[in-house]
């Protein structure tokens, strides 16, 4: 194995770990942001579902408590179809009626605006995606940068400039050709061009066709 096939290995050997570095970033921080993800997804959910439990439990309470009411306004329409009732009894039990239904509407708006305030919250859902692409793109540009780095690296294993060998060779041949026309007696200017042009013509020819 020459130098050049061993420093060419170990590059890519360099380039191989580097790569395999690249891969486990990326899955390190897709794992970590999936993980964030799929947490804060899971928080607004959890409080999503207690809110809502919560509230159509109230609900349930709230109807039974209306109910209650009805119940009260039956009965205090028993009394007051008789000929004869106790007016002050009857008007002291309709305030006490329409008290409890005043606390009973106070107490379900409180628990809606609870409710309505603790949606606001479930907004974010869209917000934790959000979130999540931009946490993505940011880790991106790192996953970019060390690509580059991978991509710099490979293409500097790939030496695509001419070995200074084929300039020294071309040197040599040219040599030998003006030493054969010498020993052949072949010394006009003509004869070694025509033969110099020759030999380039074969040195050059792929180059050209190109």
């Not at 709230?62 to 109910?67: C, H, K, L």
């Not at 628990?111 to 974010?124: F, P, V």
């Not at 690509?147 to 040197?171: G, N």
Request: proline share 0%; no cysteine.
């Amino acid at each position: 194995m020459g130098e050049i096939d061993r420093e060419a290995k170990a590059k890519l050997k360099s380039a191989s770990e580097d790569l395999d570095e690249l891969i486990k970033l990326f899955s390190e921080h897709l794992r970590e942001s999936t993980e964030i993800f799929k947490n804060n997804l899971s928080d607004l959910k959890k409080n999503a579902e207690l809110s809502l439990n919560h509230f159509s439990t109230d609900r349930e309470q709230v109807i039974q408590n209306i109910t209650n009411v009805e119940k009260r306004l039956t009965k205090l329409f028993r009394m007051i179809s008789k000929k004869k009732y106790d007016t002050t009894a009857a008007a002291d039990q309709l305030i006490e009626i329409a008290t409890a239904h005043g606390q009973v509407k106070r107490d379900y708006e409180k628990k809606r605006n609870e409710l309505e305030s603790a949606m606001n919250e479930w907004l974010k859902f869209t917000e934790v995606v959000s979130e999540f692409v931009t946490l993505i793109h940011t880790k991106s540009s790192e996953w970019e940068n060390n690509a580059r780095e991978l991509s710099m690296s490979y293409q500097d294993i790939a030496d695509t400039s001419v070995p200074s060998e084929f300039q020294k060779t071309r040197k040599i041949i040219l040599e030998y050709a003006i030493s054969i026309l010498l020993t052949a007696g072949k010394r006009e200017q003509d004869d070694l061009m025509s033969f110099e042009d020759q030999l380039n013509d074969l040195m050059d020819k792929e180059t050209k066709e190109d």
